[in-house]
């Protein structure tokens, strides 16, 4: 069974950095395709950051320059820095995967940016 729990979150300050982690088991992270997804307060859960099967990294618009996601195979996990915080990161982080035709997500993580 596919498990991603992520960790990391908290409160930073604008223009700070943070770094987001997703724990995952029960799949080829070598192979696999994963996501992180943001959701503000109020707002829809809207995709940030991705990293295709055996493909390069993409970013959405709003975050491309200050955030880098990361693969790590050694620990089975796939890391979410961010830098340049700004307040509009606000919200709840989340991790995805599709593996085997089915979606999985992580409980999410609170970001918290103060001015």
């Known amino acids: 069974q596919v498990r991603l729990v992520e960790s990391g979150g908290g409160s930073g300050q604008a223009g700070g950095s943070l770094r987001l982690s997703c724990a995952t088991s029960?799949?080829?992270?070598?192979?696999?395709?994963m996501a992180w997804y943001r959701q503000p307060p109020g707002k829809q859960r809207e995709l940030v950051a991705n990293l295709t099967s055996g493909g390069g990294p993409n970013y959405s618009d709003p975050v491309k320059g200050r955030f880098t996601i990361y693969r790590d195979w050694k620990w089975n996990k796939v890391d979410l820095q961010i830098d340049s915080l700004k307040p509009e990161d606000t919200g709840v982080y989340y991790c995805?995967?599709?593996?085997?035709?089915?979606?999985?997500w992580g409980p999410g993580t609170l970001v918290t940016v103060s001015e």
């Open positions: 029960g799949l080829n992270l070598k192979i696999a395709a």
């Open positions: 995805h995967t599709r593996w085997r035709s089915r979606d999985f």
